[in-house]
Nanobody, 119 residues
Framework: QVHVVESGGDLVQPGGSLRLSCAAS????????MGWYRQAPGKERELVAT???????KYADSVQGRFTISRDNTKNTVYLQMNSLKPEDTAVYYC?????????????WGQGTQVTVSS
């Protein structure tokens, strides 16, 4: 069994900052790519940022320069530092991880964490 759990969502004022964490645990041999996605009410889930096992990052245009994705491979954890938050960043943020275990490689998703940007 593999578990992916996000944390760190909260209510924050516009212009504020927040740091999300996502930890994978369980039957894990290795983790390749990890990423953050978000889904706002009435909208489709969209990519926010991804990071490879070697640290190569990719960002959505809407968050470039404001958000930073990073990971700690020793802890099987990925982070999302969010600065200069805007009301349009309000969404449920989901983490995923491409995990290899004895069953092969598969993508695992967390349950999501709510981020609300409002005054």
């Amino acid at each position: 069994q593999v578990h992916v759990v996000e944390s760190g969502g909260d209510l924050v004022q516009p212009g504020g900052s927040l740091r999300l964490s996502c930890a994978a645990s369980g039957m894990i041999i290795s983790i390749d790519g990890m990423g953050w996605y978000r889904q706002a009410p009435g909208k489709e889930r969209e990519l926010v940022a991804t990071i490879t096992s070697g640290g190569i990052t990719k960002y959505a245009d809407s968050v470039q320069g404001r958000f930073t994705i990073s990971r700690d491979n020793t802890k099987n954890t990925v982070y999302l530092q969010m600065n200069s938050l805007k009301p349009e960043d309000t969404a449920v943020y989901y983490c995923n991880a491409d995990i290899t275990n004895w069953s092969g490689i598969s993508r695992h998703w967390g349950q999501g964490t709510q981020v609300t940007v409002s005054s």
